[in-house]
């Protein structure tokens, strides 16, 4: 047996168990043995807890600086204070754009995170009464950077005082260095499908995990705790233990799995408000009080009863379930759409009827051409791969099939589009209205669009012009000339049919017909709220709880409680400062306010931009602001249909691909619709 001690505390804390019971770790009856004295006599609690209270979590290191390691750390330094997060990339380029005002990716709320943890903060002073005025200019809640200052905006009200906050969060190169430090390193790294070689269009692609791997059991400390971020085949902890022991025999590393659960255009969202956390440890005391440090880092601000602990083949194994699932439900309903699409039935219709039983429920059950995005297509493909080579070729098909399903459905509204088109696209102009795979993101990652304009483009159309009110023009470029070939771009008025708009309006203008491939809300006929960064910020749920007019939707969180006395240095949960943020912006009934205003007056400026900086040269060469989403996406409001509709060609073809337009609304202003899981003409 073994008698290595961990260097994390025992937590007493309770932690939910897959079946709902509480476990107080440690459980094993190993555990039992360190409440035994040498001598065979029992400890008193006081002693054990003594012995057993290591130090906290003060170091955590990220590898991979993407969609996920980026996010994730963000969240866990703004959370915890306390806590030095560094994230760390092989690529140079992404760790400069985290480290400027081009972050590289954008996710709505990030930039305010992002600004807190790796900026740090300055002293403030803001008022917590409950705003009793009406809704109107935020100067008079505005908090300012002094309490005599406040006082007098504030008619003589006090203001609280909040603490300076230091830097945690950084971005660095330095990986092997950064690793040595820490004592959780996260791996969260791509994963991606194999494309070429055994298991090729299926089995997962570990060459970068493997890679980090194997310099984290290089230079990780003794005793630290590697934890697989990124979603991995089942029984990887295995493989990363024995890579462990291969490196450094003898010394001790517990392997934790905590897949992530984010979704792509709401990763702050899903982040700040998880509905569950998921850690996977061995079944052993040391693994268990790993499992409760990482649970003590989430628990800053998710609840315990939501970190679900499991042993670490069926946290790894419970991620790809969960995005099959979840891919498996789109599939569903898909399959239903054809069937409606050929009988007069409407999917919106049977979906919300389905919907209503509580044991189907009515998430997920959106018809349209299908999902995209970087994760449902791998994770899928990776079970089918893992349940072919555990000789389960049945259960493989299976699952094989929610693919096929959703090639189907894309390929069927391609098809659909040029039968209506009299089965000929030559000398026809088509708009394409979203290029990224889902809304509210820049990210196009296996995006159902591309290959519906490779389709489109192979039957010879005069133009083929694409709008996405998110993803930057000469990126999408790029991609297109990547992913199709770069004879199809028209640039400057030459080459192939495929353009890219920066405005709507153009591309939809003597167009034969539009095709809506991604759900913005901006191609929807129902009225539109303003969409910002802040709309997906905490805001608080519980008006009868809280003072405060009602502003811009909202329920002001005021007071915000505080600890530490009455007027000074007072601590203030980010959750809290971050609905207060919310409310201060959203009430102030300003449209295009974006992430980056300060209504409680603590943030730091960002980091300056050099003159060589290859974000801002490119910003001033296209005309886009916020290049690198650094901005990210502003929604203008809804499409003027009318407008559209009147500049366009006869008979004003609209295929709507994600069912967000009202038919009815669109036919009366003279548009011919033809909408996935709904019948044709
Ligand atoms: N994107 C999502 O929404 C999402 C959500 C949940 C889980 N996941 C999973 O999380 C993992 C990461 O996904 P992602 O979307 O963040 O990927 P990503 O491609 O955006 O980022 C991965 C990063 O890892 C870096 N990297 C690769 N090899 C490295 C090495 N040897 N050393 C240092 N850095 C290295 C890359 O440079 C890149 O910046 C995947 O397993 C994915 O399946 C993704
Ligand atoms: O009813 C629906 C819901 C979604 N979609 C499409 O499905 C795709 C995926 O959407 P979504 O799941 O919202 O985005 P992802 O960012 O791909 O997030 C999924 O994949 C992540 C990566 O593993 C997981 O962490 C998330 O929990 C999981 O939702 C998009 O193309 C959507 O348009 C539909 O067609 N119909």
């Avoid at 034969?512 to 006929?525: H, M, N, S, V």
Wanted: net charge neutral; proline share 7%.
């Amino acid at each position: 047996m073994s008698t290595f001690l961990s260097p994390y505390p025992v937590d007493s804390e309770e932690v939910s168990t897959l079946d709902g019971s509480i476990s107080t770790t440690p459980t094993t009856p190993e555990g039992s043995l360190y409440l035994e004295r040498s001598n065979g006599k029992p400890m008193s609690t006081t002693v054990f807890d003594t012995m057993t209270r290591t130090p906290p979590v003060r170091n955590i290191c990220c590898v991979g600086a993407g969609y996920v390691g980026g996010p994730t750390a963000a969240v866990i330094a703004l959370q915890n204070p306390h806590i030095r997060v560094t994230v760390v990339d092989k690529d140079p380029n992404r760790v400069r754009r985290w480290n400027s005002q081009h972050p590289p990716i954008y996710e709505p709320g990030l930039n305010d995170i992002l600004r807190v943890a790796r900026d740090g903060t300055r002293e403030c002073t803001f008022q917590n009464e409950p705003n009793t005025k009406s809704s109107g200019s935020i100067a008079s809640d505005s908090p300012s950077t002094s309490s005599s200052e406040c006082t007098s905006q504030c008619d003589g009200r006090k203001g609280v005082t909040l603490a300076a906050r230091q830097p945690n969060l950084i971005f660095s190169t330095d990986v092997a260095k950064c690793i040595s430090e820490a004592d959780i390193v996260m791996i969260a790294v791509n994963t991606p499908t194999k494309y070429r070689g055994n298991g090729a269009g299926s089995a997962t692609d570990m060459t970068a995990f493997e890679a980090v791997t194997s310099v984290v059991a290089q230079h990780a400390r003794p005793g630290a705790t590697i934890v697989e971020k990124s979603t991995v085949p089942c029984r990887t902890a295995q493989f990363v233990q024995d890579t462990l022991a291969l490196h450094r025999p003898g010394v001790h590393f517990e392997v934790l799995s905590n897949p992530e659960f984010l979704a792509a255009g709401t990763a702050i969202k899903d982040l700040l408000t998880a509905d569950r956390i998921l850690i996977g440890c061995n079944p052993t005391p040391t693994g268990h009080r790993a499992c409760q440090a990482l649970a003590s880092v989430y628990s800053a601000w998710i609840p315990r009863s939501r970190i679900i602990t499991t042993n670490v083949f069926s946290s790894e194994l419970a991620k790809l379930v969960a995005n099959s699932m979840l891919a498996q439900r789109i599939s569903s309903i898909n399959s239903i759409a054809a069937v409606c699409e050929a009988t007069g039935a409407d999917v919106d219709e049977v979906a919300k009827a389905i919907g209503a039983d509580p044991r189907i429920g009515s998430k997920f059950l959106k018809a349209g051409i299908g999902f995209g995005g970087s994760c449902f297509k791998k994770d899928v493909l990776s079970l089918a791969y893992l349940a072919d080579s555990l000789r389960l070729p049945e259960v493989a098909e299976y699952w094989r099939g929610v693919i096929m399903m959703n090639e189907f459905a894309r390929d069927r509204f391609a098809a659909r589009v040029v039968r209506c088109l009299n089965n000929t696209l030559v000398g026809k102009k088509l708009t394409v209205l979203g290029y990224a795979f889902k809304k509210d993101t820049n990210d196009t990652r296996e995006s159902p669009a591309v290959e519906i304009i490779r389709t489109l483009v192979e039957e010879g159309p005069r133009e083929i012009a694409i709008f996405d009110p998110c993803c930057v023009p000469i990126q999408m470029e790029e991609e297109i000339s990547r992913f199709l070939s770069p004879d199809v771009l028209r640039v400057n008025g030459k080459g192939g049919p495929v353009v890219v708009y920066k405005d709507a309006y153009e591309a939809c203008n003597a167009s034969d017909a539009l095709l809506i491939t991604t759900e913005f809300d901006e191609f929807k006929t129902s009225p539109v709220s303003v969409t910002s960064d802040v709309a997906l910020l905490p805001t608080t749920p519980e008006p009868s709880e809280k003072g405060g007019a009602g502003k811009g939707g909202l329920v002001d969180p005021r007071p915000l409680p505080l600890k530490g006395g009455e007027q000074q240095q007072l601590a203030v949960s980010e959750n809290d400062l971050l609905a207060l943020h919310t409310y201060l912006l959203k009430g102030s009934g300003d449209p295009e306010v974006v992430s980056g205003k300060d209504p409680l007056g603590r943030l730091n400026p960002m980091p300056e931009c050099g003159e060589e900086c290859p974000d801002c040269h490119l910003q001033k060469m296209t005309g886009v602001a916020g290049y690198g989403a650094s901005q990210g996406h502003v929604s203008k409001g809804r499409f003027d249909w009318r407008r559209i509709h009147y500049h366009m060609r006869k008979p004003h073809w609209l295929f709507d691909g994600r069912r967000v337009v009202d038919i009815g609304t669109m036919e009366k202003l003279g548009f011919r619709v033809e909408s996935v899981g709904r019948q044709g003409r």
